[in-house]
């Protein structure tokens, strides 16, 4: 019966460690910034946010963007498909960054 079961269990394994949470994204969002990696940012983000990464990638030093990396995220509140959490720059600097769910995954939703 175990043997008969062992799939399942794998499978149900596998899509536990697929899940990924607010914080998790908007750090690899952040770090893939601070490798001005914009291309991989745009993984973590939704198609409103793709313009912007567009323009960042023709500005800006590498320098400029590395602090972006050691961004820290925390305290997500979830409600529904919205997460907004704090972001802490590490000139100290407090933000807030929102994510939205888009086909069941944490994606960046910078709003103007």
């Not at 990696?37 to 567009?54: C, G, I, N, P, W």
Request: aromatic share 8%; hydrophobic share 40%.
């Amino acid at each position: 019966m175990i043997k008969k079961l062992m799939p399942f269990f794998i499978v149900l394994v596998f899509l536990a460690g697929c899940t990924q949470s607010p914080e998790s994204v908007a750090k690899k969002f952040y770090q893939s910034i601070g490798e001005r990696d914009f291309e991989s940012a745009k993984q973590y983000s939704t198609e409103r946010v793709h313009t912007m990464l567009t323009m960042m990638a023709s500005m800006g030093s590498a320098e400029s963007f590395k602090e972006a990396g050691k961004a820290e995220v925390s305290n997500c509140k979830i409600e529904g498909d919205v997460a907004n959490c704090d972001v802490t720059l590490p000139n100290n600097k407090k933000d807030k960054i929102r994510l939205v769910k888009v086909a069941g995954k944490w994606k960046v939703d910078i709003r103007k």
